[in-house]
């Protein structure tokens, strides 16, 4: 049973974990526990009662709310606080009932109703067993005859056990370089992290761990979540003082207003987290097997090999140019073709065309499709580059529509890489946007789409907006998802690929109509190492769009580089007419070696057995879902010698089992990988991939 109630309190129990909550003697619905699966009712604790601490500190204050809003003398971070039609500006939660939902997961609702203003708050909590993971949302209903004001509405704010001084564990970077782990510990006072930029952005990601200070990749309790949500966000981590700790996530409350209208209902996104025992490695596994088992659209789908053409014509492209591009990507085992930016009207350098989704005439005089028919011919599917949220002021669209666009009227409208933003928030510009991508896709053969952004917001006004403007930080994030939505219900085929200038809108919740991530625009090897490190915290390889580029050619050698992509889905991003034929022949036969292995990366479990980011010897391992076979990817960059390398201790194997291990001569079982491990000679930017196979 994976939802229990007994008495006053409700339990909710996945493979290994219980997350439970019910309502004290004061009527407030408190979290009581978030740990180790409970296999007795009885071992459940009561629900925290609190007499506070002298005036200043009222037992509201110190009790862990499972959805506080702002009221009274609560002091700690709210999940919502709003403004009724009379300016009283606190809300007064009441428990109303619970009930189940009919869903294809177990899934609870807890109602919260204020009993002045009809505010009714739908606490919905959806279980995920088999990954260890609870989901969470929350639905503001508006019962009244008047409009409240949201002034935030978080999705959910999680309690760890009370007691400890928390490890916090979170992600920072920008572009072109992107994903940093960084553990701090958490002192008195909020912890903030966000995003105001419109996207989810290269500089914080919404995921988080929290640990004691001594969890390890392979042990400790480690608490974690993200939030599934590609606009404004914000994370408060918060060490109240009183030894207690929680953290706030949802769409960021920083210039949000939503007027919520009698009969309307606002929904937050989805926030999930998990609890494990086996530290940070497993937490990253349990949520790799939510996103690849319950978010992306394609969840059995092999990713293909693909080659994308950017680097090598930039805006130089025509037909001549991609098709010679084609047939040596053909001959190297490529299987996927994406032609980049530089194809449509009036495209010859990054101060123009955006808007205009046509294929330039002077490029393509006959249109896409012999392209793509020679493409095909070639025994590849064919990709495209599209930046549909962008226009450039030099566009027929901008000067069709220039009312269309993110702006101030009295404020000058500034580009970034020489574009303005459309505004998604605005339904016409919404039904354009379907329209035109709708007719590239349905008069052409086209497998996979790249889809980019490649700037942050300014001037973020909406002059003519029928409700307060500030609601467009939400809005168009919805408008960008019905837009991705409708374009997957009509061309189901299709694969998306989320890109924002590389790792700029990198979350759960553009997962749910995007296969695939473009993780950074630094595609240069080592530096590759540290960034895929980042992101694989949260995401699985299999939604890990990794390059082999011309970034250090020379410098180090292709079997590095194309290891180093290996580790998720393979591309290929050189100027292949500067290769010579040793190199693409060494090309070839790496696709090759990465077509036989890739079901063991992109479906199995990942394991992160060295740190590049504490080490120059780094090492990653992936294990199948049978557990049957494996691939070990190491790397050595920069260790002056003399240096002896650690043994490598394999992780997942079956103890008793026997495992051969590619270059060993003697099979070992499970326990002496796992413990005495595998002795391993590199020199410096060298790298190695390992087989690992159980024998009968």
């Not at 809300?91 to 189940?100: E, G, N, P, R």
């Not at 993971?133 to 704010?157: T, Y």
Request: proline share 7%.
């Amino acid at each position: 049973m994976s939802i229990q109630q007994i008495g006053s309190s409700w339990l909710l129990h996945t493979q290994n974990t219980t997350y439970a909550f019910g309502l004290n003697s004061l009527g407030l619905l408190v979290h009581q526990y978030w740990g180790p699966r409970i296999a007795s009712p009885s071992a459940l604790p009561p629900a925290p009662e609190s007499e506070g601490w002298a005036s200043f500190n009222h037992p509201e204050h110190l009790l862990p709310e499972e959805y506080p809003a702002w009221a009274g003398m609560k002091f700690v971070e709210p999940c919502l606080k709003v403004t009724a039609h009379d300016q009283v500006r606190d809300t007064v939660l009441v428990f109303q009932d619970s009930q189940a939902e009919v869903d294809d997961l177990p899934h609870l609702v807890i109602t919260l109703q204020d009993p002045v203003y009809a505010l009714r708050v739908r606490l919905h909590y959806r279980v995920h067993a088999e990954s260890d993971i609870i989901e969470r949302w929350a639905e503001l209903v508006n019962d009244s005859a008047a409009p409240i004001r949201l002034e935030r509405a978080f999705s959910v704010q999680w309690h760890p056990p009370a007691g400890t001084a928390y490890r916090f564990s979170h992600l920072y970077g920008r572009w072109n370089d992107e994903f940093h782990l960084v553990r701090e510990t958490l002192t008195p006072g909020v912890k903030v992290i966000e995003s105001r930029r419109l996207t989810t952005s290269h500089h914080h990601n919404p995921w988080f761990a929290l640990d004691g200070g001594d969890a390890s990749e392979t042990q400790g309790e480690v608490w974690f979540g993200a939030l599934g949500w590609s606009g404004n966000w914000k994370l408060c981590a918060e060490d109240t003082g009183f030894a207690s700790t929680r953290v706030s996530l949802g769409v960021n409350d920083f210039d949000f207003a939503w007027d919520l209208q009698p009969g309307e209902t606002f929904t937050t996104p989805s926030a999930y987290a998990g609890y494990t025992q086996e530290g940070f490695g497993a937490a990253s596994r349990c949520l790799h097997q939510l996103i690849r088992s319950r978010l992306i659209p394609h969840p059995r789908a092999l990713h293909p090999v693909l080659y994308n053409s950017w680097e090598a014509t930039l805006f130089d492209v025509d037909a001549p140019s991609q098709i010679r591009l084609a047939q040596l990507a053909a001959q190297m085992g490529v299987e996927l073709f994406v032609m980049d930016d530089g194809w449509f009207k009036g495209r010859r350098d990054d101060r123009a065309g955006l808007g205009d989704w046509s294929p330039d005439p002077l490029k393509f005089p006959h249109g896409l499709n012999p392209l793509i028919q020679q493409v095909t011919a070639l025994g590849m599917r064919f990709g495209l580059w599209v930046e549909p949220e962008m226009v450039n002021p030099d566009s027929d669209l901008y000067r069709a529509h220039p009312d269309w666009v993110l702006h101030f009227p009295t404020r000058q409208r500034r580009t970034g890489r020489n574009q303005l933003i459309l505004n998604l928030a605005r339904p016409d510009v919404q039904a354009h946007l379907i329209q035109m991508l709708d007719e590239l896709l349905s008069q052409h053969d086209i497998s996979f789409i790249k889809w980019d952004m490649n700037r942050a917001v300014s001037e973020p006004g909406w002059p003519d907006a029928p409700r307060d403007p500030r609601e467009m930080w939400v809005r168009y994030t919805h408008g960008l998802y019905h837009i991705l939505e409708t374009l997957r219900s009509r061309h189901p085929q299709v694969t998306f690929q989320s890109c924002s200038g590389g790792g700029g809108r990198a979350d759960l919740g553009v997962l749910r109509y995007a296969d695939q991530i473009w993780v950074s625009d630094n595609t240069e090897a080592a530096a590759r190492l540290r960034i895929q490190e980042g992101f694989s915290q949260l995401f699985p390889a299999q939604v890990m769009e990794a390059w082999v580029t011309d970034a250090n050619r020379g410098q180090i050698p292709l079997s590095f580089r194309f290891h180093v992509s290996m580790c998720g889905s393979l591309g290929i991003g050189g100027n292949l007419t500067q290769w010579s034929p040793q190199e693409r022949a060494e090309a070839a036969h790496w696709i090759a070696v990465y077509k036989d292995i890739r079901p063991i990366i992109q479906f199995g479990s990942q394991f992160r057995l060295r740190s590049p980011s504490q080490s120059p010897f780094s090492t990653v391992q992936y294990l199948s879902e049978d557990g049957a076979a494996g691939v070990l990817f190491a790397f050595r960059t920069y260790l002056p010698d003399p240096a002896a390398l650690p043994p490598l201790r394999l992780q997942g194997l079956d103890p008793q089992a026997l495992y051969a291990v590619e270059g060993v001569p003697e099979p070992h079982s499970g326990a002496y990988w796992m413990h005495t491990g595998l002795p391993l000679m590199l020199g410096n930017f060298e790298s190695a991939l390992l087989r690992i196979t159980r024998l009968p």
